[in-house]
């Protein structure tokens, strides 16, 4: 089983470059339709969530996340005609959020949430469900990140960030690369706060590897459309430590119906993004995908 994802080439391009770089203002839009049956969307807290696109490709395909009468999240691929379908869907009678989302090689961390305080975050495989990762009683899993990284000893090790609405910090876990398709991850820590100004509604982390070691950066989208760029410190000292390096806005698509990064290569970035809810029935629907990059 793949549990890592592509790393950015660091000695040709880099993660600030490629973004400054992408167009922001005009995304290409794919029809995505299903027939396999969603809970009922229909009201003002029910919409999508986030998008987790497959890595090291570049089809459309991937998972989207949902808040509904029950959490549910669908499993989409490109087509040719329709160009994307929906393959499965798996939902959660406990849980009624859904949060954002990002895949690690062929696994999906899906952070749960509903509105008596439970939080938890469970791992797929396709729609196999794996295990469950705890967050501290009273903490929030609204998001989620995860990426793997070369630490300084030379050992790879995966990261995943788990989001609290209120505070705007992360619980980060730890793991060998290797073994994340079992339950082994270790609560390391928690990070500092992100700044006061709109609400964050998914994040990704992507990998830089450079000459001199990896970069781990922290990609956070705002209900604006604003996308906020921050480096993970992942040293002895300030582990965990996220700093703001640039902030790029983008035009096309509404990010509070999901958004998501896809590592399409060592050298490509996209940004996939929805703009609304299915239109249709529960078992006959369809709705976009936007990409930038």
Known sequence: MNT?????????????????TMDKTDP???RVVGTKEVPDW?????????IAPINGVTRISGDISASADEAWFAVFHEGENPPAVVDA???????????????????????????????????????ELLYEVGVPSGHKASAVAVTNYTDAAGHEQALLLVYRYDPKTFNIFQAPADSIAEKNWNRVGETNALSDDDQFQCFALVTQANR??????????????????????????????????????FEGSQWRYGVGLQIATPWMLRIFGCSEDPSGDRDDYEFPIYYWG
């Open 4 to 20: 890592r994802n592509p790393k950015i080439n660091g000695l040709t391009y880099s993660v600030p470059s490629l973004l400054r």
């Open 28 to 30: 290409q839009v794919f």
């Open 42 to 50: 229909r009201g003002v807290s029910k919409h999508f969530q986030g």
């Open 89 to 127: 869907v798996w939902t959660s009678e406990n849980y009624d959020h859904a949060g954002g989302i990002q895949r690690i090689g062929d696994l999906l961390p899906l952070p749960l949430e509903n509105d008596r305080g439970w939080a938890t975050v469970v791992f797929f495989h396709g729609t």
């Open 212 to 249: 001199n070691g990896d970069q781990v950066y922290l990609l956070g989208f705002r209900e604006s459309e604003h996308l906020v760029l921050y480096t993970v410190d992942t040293g002895s000292e300030n582990f965990g430590q996220l700093t703001e390096v640039e902030m790029f806005k």
